[in-house]
């Protein structure tokens, strides 16, 4: 114990000296026209957009790289390169090393931390966005092996006939690239059944720091042959070195898949309900997904799935979606049901009513209503999103805390926040805890922050379950990992990359320890 | 006493593949209420809900196999009091729209005595096979006036008159006929609601009458043969040029040329 607690003081101590050296490290260099040609000699003149040079293009063209979809983070990269191979890759990044020049890697840049945007160093920002095939693809294991570029959405399409699914699901779907999934550890609604990425993923190709490309693409599912390198780059968010390949394991499809909205009288009957379903559905319950009554009106409202009748919803303080995936629909069917007619059968019901869908469109419409809650948000206004890892007892608990800090400071008002919502993973303990704004300001972000931050370590929880600390969080990490841990990430991070040229500015607070200075300070322009 | 006939189709959320014989569409895939029937169901709910009492009771009827009466609790469910079905074997081919217009001809027939059918809404057509033609068989055969792809139902039951809004290329037609009725429905006339769970449990404990075609004396075996049903022509992959000159080469190359 002693000893233990010595080591620890030695290693802030260590801590301090190894900082200084840290903020020692020579600043990055801005890309130039000459490092625009050494590019073109990588890539073919269609795979560089710039605003430099003889082939320049508009810089409203790299918008869609500079900023992220939420419009909170906002870069100023002159350059983004899209490389078509894994080789290419690593000749760019070989080269930013020798340069000490940034590097964001990009995938859908669905990210909600600015994890994936420029942060006003001068980054070159690498999409990862034209290395989009799959490279192999085994039915008998369900291992997959995909480029980093191929969207999710894609993927599950190319599963579709083999009778395999993915094993992560998000509403960025669409959008979001497997890369950055991995990169950022991304959880989404699947995690309860699937487990997250760091036991789905069997294998990487990443191209490090110094432009070494790190060939771990294997597929096997057993592997006990020392340190398991893959892991730290799975949530490292691009900052020690570059995914460009992912082998990952699939699950064979479900058969059948059923859902439901109940409507709950209060959040007293949510854990109870949890450990109901739980028992009663065990191996086909797939999702278990929490809604408060702000979010739901909100989803409703902007139209992303259709609601219970208003004489269904009336008297619910929040709702919850239940998904069964299994083998046989008239079993999956019977379980599903005798649990909800228990429910509405006993003396003191857990839910006041709820519906069931009868079809796929109804049960994409139901899924609508919670996957669609974050665009949602989107329009109602500007968000400020805290995905935070806590007890379950305590999800409503902090969504109130929240919103009584804002009253208290005189910001809950239609000009200022408008809504204070959570709803969340029940089965991973994940609230996303949504703050709604007329627009981003200061005033707001000081009364949020650290007061959200400390409200978690209160609970002992994590201030980021899924989204990653990307440029958003960097600064309060300290409330979530001690000081042994962020030294250690430290060290690793110099290990692979003593020039901090991978993604700066991301997951690793500044090395004095002071708070990450607020976008508008660095330089980076953010429109309000 | 609306009357609403329910058919089972494959649910139209499922990408659909035609199956290898090339005969029909592969039916190992979900089936569900067809969509216009879902449409149908909901609107004779909807009468109720505006006329009440004057409604006496919704029935829905459908034919099918034995897994064809999960698309009939849906629809009681849904609202409606009471279900019959016609069963066919499971190998039994899918019944073509003269013959279900026989069937249901019969079935209207019989609740005569029952106090009789008004109004019966119906899908435009099934999303399975597209024919569009019972409706107009069943209005035929039975004598009764027909308003087809509605997108807006009002009855009036003092007049014994249903006004339905038709869609029709470049706009609406509104027309008037007398009760009984044969209404199909096209997408826009509602949006179904879902079936709540005390809905769905009330459900189960009403009656479905299970009949087979010969108690109604009609013979559904069919009189068309299938020849082949083929997929649409697979979409050709699209192809980036680098530059305009070659756009317009490849365009000259694919026979098209500038107006001059």
């Not at chain 1, 992220?68 to 990269?77: Q, V």
Request: aromatic letters at 4%; hydrophobic letters at 35%; charged letters at 25%.
């Amino acid at each position: 114990m002693l000893a233990s607690r010595q080591f620890a003081r030695r290693l802030a101590t260590r801590n301090r000296r190894w900082a200084s050296s840290h903020a020692a490290t020579p600043a990055l260099n801005q890309v130039t026209e000459e490092d625009l040609a050494q590019f073109s000699k990588i890539l073919s003149p269609q795979s560089i957009l710039s605003t430099l040079g003889s082939n320049s293009v508009a810089s409203s063209e790299l918008e869609p790289f500079n900023n992220d979809w939420m419009g909170k983070y906002h870069g100023d990269s002159t350059t983004v390169l899209r490389p078509h191979t894994t080789k290419e890759v690593s000749e760019i990044v070989r080269y930013c090393n020798e340069r000490r020049i940034g590097i964001v890697p990009q995938g859908g840049n669905t990210g909600l931390v600015g994890g994936s945007v420029p942060t006003g160093r001068g980054e070159v920002v690498v999409s990862l966005r034209s290395m989009n095939n799959v490279r192999h693809f085994d039915p008998v294991s369900g291992t997959l092996v995909a480029d980093a570029g191929c969207v999710l959405q894609s993927l599950t399409d190319y599963l579709a006939p083999h009778n395999y699914i993915m094993p992560v699901e998000f509403g960025a779907k669409g959008s979001c690239m497997i890369g950055g999934n991995c990169s950022t550890n991304a959880g989404g609604v699947r995690l309860l059944r699937y487990g997250s990425l760091h036991g789905t993923v069997l294998g990487l190709e990443v191209v490090l720091p110094d432009g070494t490309i790190l060939d771990q693409l294997n597929t096997l599912r057993k592997d006990n042959t020392g340190y398991d390198l893959k892991q730290l780059f799975i949530g490292a968010e691009g900052t020690l070195g570059i995914i460009t390949g992912v082998s990952i394991l699939t699950p064979p499809a479900p058969q059948a898949s059923s859902n439901a909205v109940l409507a709950l009288p209060s959040f007293d009957s949510l854990l109870p309900l949890f450990q109901r379903a739980k028992r009663e559905l065990s191996e086909i319950l797939s999702a278990f997904e929490y809604i408060d009554r702000g979010a739901y009106e909100l989803s409703v409202r902007h139209g992303q799935g259709r609601g219970l009748s208003p004489e269904e919803s009336e008297g619910a303080e929040c709702f919850v979606l239940i998904e069964t995936s299994g083998g046989r629909r008239e079993h999956d069917e019977e379980k599903l049901s005798n649990l909800l007619e228990g429910l509405l059968s006993e003396d003191k019901p857990l839910i006041n009513t709820g519906v069931l869908s009868q079809d796929a469109t109804q049960f994409a419409s139901i899924w609508g209503l919670r996957e669609g809650i974050t665009e949602a948000v989107s329009k109602e206004g500007k968000a400020y999103k805290y995905d935070i890892s806590i007890p379950l007892s305590a999800f409503k608990e902090v969504v109130d805390a929240t919103r009584e800090r804002l009253r208290e400071k005189g910001l809950l008002r239609p000009d200022a926040v408008k809504e204070v919502v959570g709803y969340g993973h029940i089965g991973d303990g994940n609230l996303h805890l949504n703050v709604v704004a007329a627009k981003y300001t200061p005033e707001i972000e000081a009364a949020l922050e650290p007061f959200v931050y400390e409200l978690v370590g209160k609970y002992k929880g994590s201030i980021s379950a899924e989204h990653g600390l990307g440029v958003m969080k960097a600064h309060a990490l300290h409330y979530s990992k001690n000081e042994v841990s962020i030294e250690w990430m430290r060290r690793i991070k110099s290990l692979f990359d003593p020039n901090g040229i991978m993604n700066p500015g991301k997951v690793l607070p500044p090395p004095d320890g002071t708070h990450e200075p607020s976008p508008e300070n660095t330089g980076t322009a953010r429109i309000a | 006493m609306p009357h609403g006939d329910v058919c089972r189709t494959i649910d139209y959320a499922v990408k659909i593949r035609v199956n290898p014989n090339q005969t029909g569409v592969d039916t190992n895939v979900k089936h569900s209420m067809n969509p216009f029937d879902e449409i149908a169901v909901e609107e004779a709910v909807r009468l109720r809900e505006k006329l009440k009492d004057e409604v006496k009771s919704i029935k829905v009827v459908t034919i099918g196999p034995t897994k064809a009466s999960d698309t009939l609790r849906t629809a009681l469910a849904m609202g409606a009091d009471s279900g019959i079905h016609i069963e066919v074997p499971e190998s039994a081919p899918a019944p073509e729209p003269l013959g279900v217009a026989k069937a249901l001809k019969a079935v209207i027939d019989r609740e005569k005595e029952k106090g009789g059918v008004d109004l019966v809404i119906m899908g435009k057509q099934a999303i399975d096979d597209d024919a569009g033609q019972t409706g107009q068989m069943l209005a035929g055969i039975r004598g009764w006036a027909q308003a087809t792809f509605a997108s807006k139902l009002v009855v009036d039951t003092g007049k014994s008159e249903a006004s339905v809004t038709r869609e029709i290329d470049g706009g609406l037609e509104e027309v008037r006929c007398k009760l009984p009725a044969v209404v199909t429905t096209d997408l826009r006339l509602n949006e179904p609601r879902y079936a709540s769970l005390p809905n769905i449990m009330k459900a189960k404990k009403k009656p479905i009458e299970k009949i087979s075609p010969s108690d109604l004396g009609v013979d559904l075996t069919p009189i068309f043969e299938t020849l082949k049903v083929s997929e649409p022509p697979k979409r050709q992959g699209g192809q980036k040029v680098a530059s305009v000159d070659e756009l317009v080469a490849k365009l000259k190359e694919a026979g098209i040329t500038a107006v001059s």
